[in-house]
């Protein structure tokens, strides 16, 4: 049993370790618990597994209507968990962090389920934090973890990544066909995390211009909740075809093996994916996460000398600049590209796998 979501940075590892463990146990039932009305409960089906939604959400800082209903939300939580899991009855309960993993990783400890979780991220997140004094082992993609997590139970596996990603070679050709672009001219990517990035949606359409006269072809993901305003923008100036605009990648993969220089946010699983890729990339850590933590995952990167890292405050200045001077620096560009994917932990998901095992047994 897996639980967890809410974005993309905790969705898709917990779909690659369920991909993982079905390659290697054909047979192996997986069942998802996510959230009603969250993320999990459309991507998780679309990769092939069945999901049940808890009615739960988060705790808002301010004093709101939906705070009234938390409490009588985790009491239902726990319970259809209780109910979920004495008719599914797992050997192992997986918890990827957000709120529907804390009702069913409780009720799956309670339960005398083993149970593991896994930290996308290099500051613990509240629900993994709360769980970890319950559950038997912590998979951590951050070296230190032990700040946060009693140390004999913290395995520093990496983020467990989607197999496709992990194979990009030959993919170049395919996937400039795919999406429309020629395999001859340089292709900037933007990433804005799966929700998107409003600072990158605003530096990409003031410059928009400066990027078509360098030549330069852009895949830009601009996120559901800007996809109107982005589009009307970007019809407003000369676009000869070279900008394309989506609301979200479906292939990620060849979106990566496009690129020759990528701008992104810091979330956990963009910088792992990034590592995996090898790709020169910029970071620009949203500063709307607790704790900073997007910075925290940058910073590693960036001491490594395997990524250059620009603060939000600072981006409508200058970022597109710079991603058009790296577009061309072809020696900088090889540097980062081999530095960050020495960070690259690829095998994270079947290590998790061979946890879950070791827990079972
Ligand atoms: C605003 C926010 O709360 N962000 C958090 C959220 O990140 P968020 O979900 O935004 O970002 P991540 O970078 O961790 O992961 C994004 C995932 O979505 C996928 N993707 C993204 C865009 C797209 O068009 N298509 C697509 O498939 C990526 O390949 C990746 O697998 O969870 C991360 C992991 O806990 C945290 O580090 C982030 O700080």
């Not at 990648?249 to 060849?254: A, N, R, S, T």
């Not at 960050?340 to 932990?345: N, P, R, T, V």
Request: aromatic share 6%.
């Amino acid at each position: 049993m897996i639980s967890g979501g809410g974005t993309g940075g905790h969705v898709y590892p917990a779909i690659a370790i369920a991909n993982a463990f079905k390659a290697r146990f054909e047979d192996a039932e997986i069942l998802f618990v996510g959230a009603k009305g969250k993320m999990e409960m459309q991507k998780v089906p679309e990769a092939g597994y069945t999901i049940k939604g808890l009615w739960i959400s988060g705790l808002q800082r301010k004093l709101t209507l939906d705070n009234l209903s938390f409490p009588f939300k985790v009491l239902d939580s726990l319970m259809k968990s209780k109910k979920i899991i004495r008719r599914f009855k797992p050997h192992a309960a997986v918890g990827v962090g957000g709120y529907a993993s804390g009702p069913l990783l409780r009720m799956a400890v309670k339960n005398k389920v083993p149970a593991i979780v896994q930290e996308q991220n290099s500051y613990a997140g509240l629900t993994n934090k709360m769980l970890a004094k319950k559950v038997q082992k912590i998979c951590v993609a951050y070296p230190n973890m032990d700040r946060f997590f009693p140390a004999e139970k913290v395995v520093l596996t990496g983020n467990p990544v989607r197999k496709d990603i992990t194979e990009l070679a030959d993919k170049r050709a395919t996937a400039a066909t795919h999406f429309g672009l020629n395999p001859d001219l340089p292709v900037l990517m933007v990433l804005g995390g799966s929700l998107g990035a409003r600072t990158l949606n605003d530096s990409m359409i003031q410059n928009i211009e400066k990027l078509i006269d360098s030549n330069v072809q852009v895949l830009w993901q601009c996120g559901k909740f800007y996809h109107t305003e982005m589009q009307e923008k970007l019809a407003k100036v000369v676009n000869n075809g070279s900008v394309k605009l989506f609301e979200f990648l479906k292939e990620m993969d060849l979106a990566y093996a496009v690129a020759d220089v990528v701008i992104s946010r810091a979330g956990a699983l963009s910088v792992s994916e990034l590592s995996i890729a090898g790709k020169p990339t910029i970071f620009v850590p949203s500063p709307n996460v607790s704790e900073d933590h997007q910075t925290k995952n940058a910073q590693a990167m960036v001491e490594s000398n395997a990524a250059v890292l620009v603060k939000d405050t600072e981006a409508r200045g200058s970022l597109i600049d710079r991603a058009i001077e790296l577009l061309k620096d072809e020696e900088k560009k090889a540097q980062l590209s081999s530095n960050i994917k020495a960070m690259a932990k690829p095998n994270a998901a079947n290590e998790i796998v061979d946890e879950i095992l070791k827990l079972i047994a």
